[in-house]
């Protein structure tokens, strides 16, 4: 069977189960933004092999050879999947310094700073 691959995606050692449903949002925003694939074509996961174990990655899969690669469709997805998977970064990023910061702030101070009133 023919495949084209896309592009990975998901946290890296997550569970299989997670990234199962990383993979499936991932397919609906595709889909969302670029539309359904082209006739007798799917959007995937589809596992790779390394050295280092197997990552997860989303590929355009269809059955007969004799189809041409939709490579239009095909940027188009690699563009839509690269601004999905910045978006999940810069959220968690977001999410982890708005954590941080307010362990920050209920940290009981041992201190006294320079500008105590009662001083």
Not at 3 to 29: D, Q, V, Y
Not at 89 to 103: D, G, M, N, P, V
Request: charged share 25%; net charge negative.
């Amino acid at each position: 069977m023919p495949t084209e691959l896309i592009g990975e995606f998901g946290t890296p050692g997550a569970t299989s189960e997670w990234i199962e449903a990383e993979g499936k949002l991932a397919i609906a925003h595709l889909k969302k933004i670029c539309g359904d694939p082209p006739p007798e074509m799917e959007l995937e996961i589809v596992w790779q092999d390394h050295e280092l174990g197997n990552y997860p990655t989303i590929g355009l899969v269809w059955s007969d050879p004799m189809h041409g690669t939709p490579w239009n469709y095909i940027s188009r997805c690699e563009a839509a999947l690269t601004a999905f998977e910045s978006q999940r970064y810069f959220s968690k990023l977001i999410q982890w310094s708005l954590e941080a910061s307010k362990r920050e702030r209920s940290r009981p101070h041992l201190v006294e700073s320079d500008d105590d009133p009662e001083r």
